[in-house]
């Protein structure tokens, strides 16, 4: 991994300041969410990290591991829009063994991670417990559906213009993940869920070493 310029650690450190100011106590959740391409995984990895700079715990985990077997993600179709909306996560899982502890904090254990989607099976259960104090970031697609509405104190909506976006998907699944199933789902995301005006931050993630905060009322 290349050194952090200064301009990208200015730009997470002033998010993770932000955060924290605000959200720094008690069990706090935070989503990266985003169209496909965006770098949702990378980007919640790193400001993860400059959360956790001053010794804030902070745990992290991904909506991709808790994907539904692969029977019921492509039941309607391996190209399908609607399936890739509506079929691809267990959000009921997700709730029950991440979120909901993880935000009762004490002594209740959470789960990170439920499924491996490469072998599609489930994963053993690795329960784990933090302090009172700890954020939990978590990246994926959907994440400010109707299902997860309220659910997070400070939600990140990354964007990239097209070219950048088709390039890092490309690199990341190859052909399949040019699929119309991935841009259709999207857009019925868009269209039920108006992600982008649910965040807390929009970032511009087309160069990720110079990540841009775009403000919505000057767009």
Avoid at 18 to 28: I, Q, V
Wanted: net charge negative.
């Amino acid at each position: 991994m290349p050194p952090w310029t200064p301009e990208k650690r200015a730009a997470f450190d002033s998010l993770a300041d932000e955060f924290l100011a605000n959200y720094g106590k008690g069990r706090t959740l935070l989503a990266v969410d985003g169209i496909d391409g965006a770098g949702k995984r990378p980007f919640a990895d790193a400001l993860a990290e400059r959360l956790g700079r001053g010794g804030h715990a902070v745990f992290r985990a991904s909506v991709d591991r808790f994907h539904r077997p692969r029977a019921e993600r492509y039941a309607r179709g391996v190209d399908s829009a609607e399936g890739y909306y509506y079929d691809s996560f267990d959000y009921e899982l997700f709730r029950r063994v991440l979120i909901e502890p993880f935000r009762l904090g004490g002594s209740a254990g959470f789960v990170t991670a439920a499924f491996d989607v490469e072998r599609d099976v489930p994963l053993e259960m690795q329960w784990q417990t933090g302090p009172q104090d700890a954020t939990l970031v978590v990246d994926g697609a959907f994440l400010n559906r109707p299902e997860l509405r309220g659910i997070w104190n400070y939600s990140i909506w990354l964007e990239a213009d097209a070219d950048a976006a088709w390039a890092r998907l490309l690199e990341l699944d190859g052909p399949a993940g040019q699929s119309p199933r991935y841009p259709g789902g999207q857009k019925l995301y868009l269209a039920e869920a108006n992600p982008r005006a649910r965040a807390t931050a929009i970032i511009d993630n087309s160069n990720p070493e110079l990540p841009v905060r775009v403000f919505a009322d000057s767009c």
